[in-house]
Each structure stands twice: as structure tokens, then as C-alpha cells.
């Protein structure tokens, strides 16, 4: 019979839950049921009361690592924890949120206890066995796979399950005490652009992809990179939209040519990029295939303004194309949204 | 004072980004058709790895450089032919399956087992580079089975810059949720490092760089091992190409007003 364990961990308040991790919450829920077997909660936190309290209505047994040392995500010290909760648990199926945190050490965890483990995971499936789907060569290829080896830590990309939310309760935790090794690494701080120039964000409903057309020569003869990164920026103002672009784009600025200062490589979308769900999405000046297939697999509703009506990758990718000039286009758009208050 | 180091850079090789892939089944299991074929390029997050590492090497009198890299051998000597031209290396080949069907943990295995036995490497100098996740499997987790199975527990994952004190102490930059940074002081060597785009160019061909890397790739590439990979009780349910397929509406007699009004429409919409 299968055991299965969810790992979580705290947001950056130190106490409540990441919402990754909540998701992961259902997860497990969902195929403890199926599966009729029991479900552990194990919880890497500051302090975990609030954390335990949110989770009081899934029934689960739960245990706690807990303590200053874990307020900060690094590999020596969330390595510990992680395998001192999956020895407790004694689990032959570890689910855990795909966050950087999580990424970060799982791995080595399952490599410390015998077990495998398999990342980027979009769905649990299967009748008596457990299958779980993934995706290969960046969103091209989609595979379910299988185990008979035991423990097998599964990492669930985030957005593929809701959030578990119940009523805050009293919970009955088991604190479990880890041996730390000696810490080579101190986490100093973060580093983020300013509120105002930050373009990229997970939360947002839209995603905005920008591509190298932007700043290539318009009708005119001449490069508009400014104009251009004032219509991008009023758009994401007005719709707080997050910001994607072409690789093409991004690398621009290596190459001496006219660049959006506000891009960095940590917007880029696709091969060499992120893959980041959204309710909907609209590329402008992309004539690829990163943007259109790789870049916005996990997009749901998807227009592109191209002045190429037959670019390929658009066909059959997106919803709608318009064959329009992007420049007149976005001018048009923020001038409604603006007017629109 | 510059500090000596020992960089090992793991980097796979993988169809070029700009070929159309289709998913066969053969009696080793899934892979790509026609897979032997196809243009292959280094992995992309690899290849920052590998400058970054070339460029720190280059920063350090003294420090040396390897790349690792598991492979058929006839499509890494494909390969190094172009990548040997970037930057000054030492090749570790290893003879064995190509794609990211196989599973990680094997390839952990092989990769660990080639880099222990480096003559001359000093692990307590290490520095392990790799991309984050590679343009194949995918799941970000070979790098840190390499180095759990190397006993190196500071690890970092999603690296964008590495900035080495002079005391040996280096801070690192590690890609987080929402289009942060998390900043980490770790002590020294060793360490892991999985880079994702780095800050470096692409470094231009120079022929002779190339032609003295040649000198010692063709020689252990000839030499290389040959590794079977096990499957650790990973098996496929079903391997497939997304079956997806949009109707596009393809608008083209629209002015720029009416187009802004449908897609403030569609913004606006739940």
C-alpha cells in the first residue's frame, strides 16, 4: 500500500503557507483518496503554527521542521529538513510544489533515501498505479510516466491544481527535530527591480510577449526603440499584464542594437526561457516558434498582432492573428484603456 | 590573490532548437525519429555554464577547466567541432545514449562516477556548473544528484552571476519566483552551480582555440567510455506530440482603431 507525504514550506512571511504549496496540498488530498491511503503533511517553516492551522481541515497527520534556520532557502539546511520529514513519514510517494525552494534540494533528498524523483509534473493519473504527466524537450513532447521504485518524489509545476483552502483550525502536530550540518552559505537578501519596473508577474491574468520587431526599422527607415518601450510599458501599466519576450529581443543588447532597457534574460519565454501560465496572452512583433509554441504552451486564450500574415508559427497556435502594425495598433489600445480609466 | 580552481562543466547535447521533433517508440523505449540525424547543438543552459566557466577560469591563473559531457561519440565530435572554437577546455567524453528519454538518475550516476575519477581534478577546489535543467528532459535535478553523489552540499540552482572574493568566497545570484534574485554568500569550493542564461554573449569563433581543443578532444574521444544507463523502474505510459491545434482567425482588413477595440474587449473579458 501506497503512504503518501505533501511537502510544504512557508512563504517569505516565514509563517503562512506558499501557495505552491497549497496546490500541492490538493494534490496529495485528491490522490490519497483516490488511492484510499493514508496522507502526511510535512511543513518547513519559521513558524509553523499558522501554517499547521491552515491545514487542520485535511485530516492529515502532520509534521514540522521549524526554526530560524529555515527562514532562509538554502540547499545544507532545506536538504535536512526535507529528508528528516521523509524519514518520519516513511512515505512511498512524495509529492512537493515545483518552487525554487523545493527544486532546489529534492532531488538530493531522494538521492539520500534511496528513492527517484520526477519534475515538472502537470497531472497525477492512473487507476491502481500511479502515472504522472510531464512534458519533454520544453513543451514539445508530453509523456506520462511510471515507477515500481519506491520512494518517488514527484515536483508539481505550479498552476496545475487549485490551492487547498479550509477553515483555520487546531491541529495535532509532530515536531520533528533535524541535525544540521555545517552551513557554508548565508542568504543575504533579494534582489528585484523597482515595484514600478517590475514586468514580470506570475499572478497576472495576461501575458504580454514582446518580440525583436520592436526595435527594427518601422516604414520610416529608422529604429523607435523608446516609442516602442513606452507603448509596452503603458500597456503593462494600465493591464498589469506580465512581460514576456523573444529570445531574439532579449540578446539584442549583447549585439550593440537598439534595446528595451526594462528587458532582462528573466523575461525571456520559450527554449531558453520560461514556460508561464496565464489566463491569456498577446504576442506583438514575435516571428518564431519560441514565443508561439514553446513560450505559451500553457497559455489559455492567445492573440498576435504580426505584420506577416503568413507566419507559420502563428497558424494553428494562436486564437486570433491581426496582420496590423503593431506600433498603431498598441497606440490605439493604451488610448482605450486609458480612456477607459 | 587569484584563486585556483577546478571547474567542471556538465553539459549534454541536444537536437537543434529549430527542428521539428516527433516522438517513436523502439524497443529501448521512447525517443526522437531520426534522432541520430538530426543537428545537434550544445544545450543551451549548458553553454552559458560553459562561459561563465571560461571566463572565471580566465579570471584565476592556474584554474582548469573540463567539460563533461555524455553522448553518442559520433555526434559529440559533430558537436565540439563548432563548441571547441568558443572557449580553451579539456573534454571527458562519455560514450552513451543520446535524448531525454533516459532517466536522470542514471545519468547522475555515469556523470559522478566519470568526474571522481578525473586525473588531477582536486574536489576540494570544485566548482560544479551545468544548466539548471537541460532542452531534453527537462526536470533540473541531474546537476544535483551529480553533487549530492560527490558529497557537495551547497548547492544553487537558476544562477545568473557568480562573483568570486578574493578570500576564495563567492556570492551567487539565483533566479526565484516573480522575477527575483536570491543573493547567497557560500564560503568557497565546492559547489554547485546550475547557471540559466548567465550574463555573458556568446563567445565568437576563434579558430585557434578551436584547433588547440582539437588536439585533445579527438584523442579522448576515441578513448571514451562507453556507459549503459539503467532505467531505475522508470517506464513511459505514452509518449506523444501535443494534439492541440487552434483554429486561428486570421484578420487582415481591420484598421488599428477597430482592431483596439476587439482586444480591449477580449482584455476586458472574464
Known amino acids: 500500500m501506497e503512504k503518501i507525504l505533501v511537502l510544504t514550506h512557508a512563504d517569505e512571511s516565514g509563517s503562512a503557507l506558499s501557495k505552491a504549496s497549497l496546490e500541492a496540498v490538493t494534490a496529495g488530498l485528491e490522490l490519497a483518496t483516490r488511492l484510499n491511503v493514508p496522507l502526511t503533511i510535512g511543513i518547513v517553516a519559521v513558524n509553523s503554527a499558522i501554517a499547521s492551522a491552515t491545514l487542520a481541515e485535511t485530516g492529515a497527520q502532520l509534521l514540522t521542521v521549524s526554526g530560524e534556520a529555515f527562514a532562509q532557502a538554502r540547499y545544507a539546511s532545506d536538504a535536512a529538513a526535507v529528508e528528516a520529514l521523509c524519514r518520519a513519514a516513511e512515505a512511498t510517494i512524495v509529492l512537493a510544489p515545483g518552487t525554487s525552494r523545493f527544486t532546489r534540494v529534492t532531488a538530493g533528498v531522494a538521492h539520500r533515501l534511496g528513492g527517484f524523483i520526477d519534475t515538472h509534473i502537470t497531472a497525477l493519473g492512473g487507476t491502481e498505479t500511479v502515472e504522472a504527466s510531464r512534458w519533454f524537450y520544453r513543451q514539445r513532447i508530453e509523456a506520462a510516466i511510471s515507477r515500481t521504485t519506491r520512494p518517488w518524489f514527484l515536483l508539481l509545476d505550479a498552476g496545475t491544481h487549485a490551492a487547498f483552502a479550509g477553515a483555520a483550525g487546531a491541529a495535532q502536530v509532530e515536531a520533528i527535530a533535524v541535525e544540521l550540518p555545517a552551513l557554508r552559505t548565508t542568504v543575504s537578501g533579494f534582489r528585484a527591480p523597482a515595484q514600478d519596473a517590475q514586468t514580470i508577474r506570475p499572478d497576472a491574468k495576461m501575458l504580454f510577449v514582446a518580440g525583436a520587431g520592436w526595435t527594427k526599422k518601422q516604414p520610416d527607415g529608422q529604429t523607435h526603440a523608446a516609442e516602442a518601450g513606452k507603448l509596452i510599458l503603458g500597456f503593462l501599466g494600465a493591464t498589469g499584464a506580465s512581460l514576456g519576450s523573444s529570445k531574439s529581443l532579449v540578446d539584442q543588447g549583447g549585439e550593440g542594437e537598439p534595446v528595451l532597457p526594462f528587458l532582462t534574460h528573466m523575461n525571456q519565454i520559450g527554449q531558453t526561457g520560461s514556460t508561464p501560465r496565464h489566463a491569456k496572452g498577446l504576442s506583438t512583433c514575435c516571428h518564431g516558434e519560441e514565443p508561439h509554441v514553446v513560450g505559451w504552451r500553457f497559455i489559455g486564450s492567445r492573440r498576435a498582432i504580426s505584420l506577416d500574415p503568413n507566419c507559420g508559427w502563428t497558424r494553428g497556435k494562436a486564437d486570433v492573428v491581426y496582420v496590423a502594425d503593431a506600433f498603431q495598433v498598441m497606440a490605439k489600445v493604451n488610448a482605450l484603456l486609458e480612456a477607459k480609466g | ?270
Not at chain 2, 580553451?88 to 575519477?117: K, N, R
Open chain 2, 1 to 270: 590573490m587569484a584563486n585556483i580552481l577546478h571547474i567542471v562543466v556538465c553539459a549534454g547535447i541536444v537536437p537543434d532548437p529549430l527542428q521539428t521533433l516527433e516522438p517513436v517508440t523502439g524497443p529501448l523505449g521512447p525517443g526522437l525519429k531520426n534522432e541520430m540525424v538530426l543537428p545537434a547543438v550544445l544545450d543551451p543552459w549548458a553553454a552559458s555554464a560553459l562561459y561563465e566557466a571560461a571566463q572565471l577560469a580566465a579570471k584565476n591563473p592556474g584554474s582548469k577547466l573540463w567539460l563533461v559531457s555524455l553522448g553518442p561519440k559520433a555526434k559529440l565530435q559533430q558537436v565540439m567541432m563548432t563548441v571547441a572554437q568558443k572557449v580553451a577546455f579539456e573534454l571527458v567524453p562519455v560514450d552513451g545514449p543520446i535524448g531525454g528519454f533516459p532517466d536522470a538518475h542514471a545519468t547522475a550516476a555515469v556523470l559522478a562516477e566519470t568526474i571522481a575519477a578525473i586525473p588531477g581534478l582536486d574536489q576540494a577546489k570544485l566548482l560544479l556548473f551545468g544548466g539548471w535543467e537541460s532542452a531534453t528532459r527537462g526536470a533540473g535535478v541531474t546537476l544535483q544528484l551529480v553533487g549530492e553523489r560527490l558529497g557537495i552540499t551547497d548547492q544553487f540552482q537558476g544562477v545568473d552571476q557568480i562573483d568570486l572574493r578574493e578570500d576564495g568566497s563567492f556570492e551567487v545570484l539565483e533566479r526565484v519566483e516573480g522575477g527575483k534574485h536570491q543573493l547567497s554568500v557560500c564560503t568557497g569550493a565546492p559547489a554547485v552551480l546550475g547557471w540559466a542564461t548567465g550574463n555573458l554573449a556568446e563567445p565568437r569563433n576563434n579558430p585557434q582555440v578551436g584547433m588547440a581543443n582539437m588536439r585533445t578532444i579527438m584523442p579522448a574521444l576515441a578513448k571514451a567510455k562507453v556507459a549503459k544507463l539503467e532505467a531505475n523502474g522508470l517506464s513511459y505510459v505514452s509518449v506523444s506530440l501535443p494534439k492541440q491545434q487552434r483554429e486561428t482567425r486570421v484578420v487582415k482588413d481591420l484598421s488599428p482603431e477597430q482592431i483596439a477595440a476587439e482586444l480591449v474587449e477580449w482584455i476586458g473579458a472574464e
